[in-house]
């Protein structure tokens, strides 16, 4: 149990684009999900935590007019990208918790995002 | 300030020993210290989590202590297998509300048969 997928798991997109990445828990309700980055050989970096229905928490140094994120029920989450530009090019991967276990994430696979 | 240190040096071991990771840290008190594994290009895989009270914790060929004197914890793979290579990460409850965690920039373990 506690899987979490994401979608897509590659995209490359031109400089100036918006991307959407779509971060799902598959067979539980997630409490919290939690957006990260990880840029090669570093380690992942918290972006912001996202309860449903209500707006997002950013990290400090994270734009949110950049990086727009929607938890629009208890097992979706969106992270948007806007304007893409190539030094957003990096590894994103999302978490969840669960009611049962708040003290673990559950993570998905993560998506490549190149921007040319 | 603070920080959250793994050895960025990766961690050769031949199949069949054991693999000691570190981890250490400063200017941070969590509650739990919680370990992961991380395969290329995959998201990180929850393996254990050790409470603040609690000196050990094991899981099959897994090893965790934590010594919050020296605020550090060591994770243990005994009996290394080949699957066993990763990277594995140590990660810090940061004592913020929503279960906030922080990362150590992980070890690279690497076991050869």
């Known amino acids: 149990g506690a899987v979490v997928s994401q979608h897509p798991s590659r995209v490359i997109c031109k400089s100036g684009t918006s991307v959407k990445i779509e971060c799902r828990s598959l067979?539980?309700?997630?409490?919290?999900m939690f957006w990260y980055r990880q840029f090669p050989k570093q380690s992942l970096m918290l972006m912001a935590t996202?309860?449903?229905?209500?707006?997002?928490?950013?990290e400090q140094g994270v734009e949110k007019d950049k990086f727009l994120i929607n938890h629009a029920s208890l097992t979706l989450s969106t992270l948007t990208v806007t304007s893409a530009h190539p030094e957003d090019s990096s590894f994103y991967i999302c978490?969840?918790?669960?009611?049962?276990?708040?003290?673990?994430?559950?993570f998905g696979p993560g998506t490549r995002l190149t921007v040319l | 300030s603070q920080k959250i240190e793994q050895n960025s040096e990766a961690l050769n071991i031949q199949e069949g020993k054991t693999a000691t990771l570190t981890c250490n840290y400063t200017?941070?008190?969590?509650?739990?210290l919680q370990w992961y594994r991380q395969d290329p290009g995959r998201g990180p895989v929850f393996l254990l989590l050790?409470?603040?009270?609690?000196k050990e914790k094991r899981k099959e060929r897994l090893k965790v202590t934590f010594d919050t004197t020296l605020k550090q914890s060591l994770f243990h793979i005994t009996a290394s297998q080949p699957a066993d290579s990763a990277t594995y990460l140590c990660?810090?409850?940061?004592?913020?509300?929503?279960?906030?965690?922080?990362f150590g920039g992980g070890t690279r373990v690497l076991v050869k048969p």
């Open positions: 050790i409470r603040e009270n609690e």
């Open positions: 067979d539980f309700q997630a409490t919290t």
């Open positions: 990660a810090l409850d940061i004592g913020a509300a929503g279960n906030k965690l922080t």
């Open positions: 996202s309860n449903e229905g209500s707006k997002a928490t950013y």
């Open positions: 978490s969840a918790t669960r009611l049962a276990r708040l003290d673990t994430q559950y």
């Open positions: 200017n941070y008190s969590p509650a739990y």
